[in-house]
């Protein structure tokens, strides 16, 4: 969605997207770690795929920035990763839970 803004450059368009992608992270990995209980441990696979979801959008704000290393094609590795933690997520509340 930040990317529909008409006349933004590549540059402000990578900072803004690595600026959100950063807080998006940070607000995420808080949650993760207030949620942890000391003596129970959460599934590697929850923590990893989240963390999977935001980085790649963090990666293509720098490297939009910078002019290398990809740009855009982190941003859709993102959104792509951020669908399967969606569905993985809606399959754990509609299914994982009744068992």
Do not use: H
Request: glycine share 8%.
């Amino acid at each position: 969605m930040i990317a529909l803004v008409p006349n933004d450059s590549t540059i402000a368009l990578g900072v803004i997207i690595a600026l959100v992608g950063l807080a998006l992270w940070i607000f995420q990995t808080r949650l993760q770690l207030r949620a942890a209980v000391p003596k129970q441990l959460r599934p590697r696979s929850s923590i990893a795929l989240a963390q999977l979801a935001t980085v790649p959008f963090i990666l293509g704000g720098v490297s939009m920035t910078i002019r290398a290393f990809g740009g855009l094609y982190w941003i859709a590795a993102g959104a792509i990763f951020a669908m399967v933690v969606g569905v993985s997520n809606a399959w754990v509340l509609l299914i994982e839970i009744l068992r």
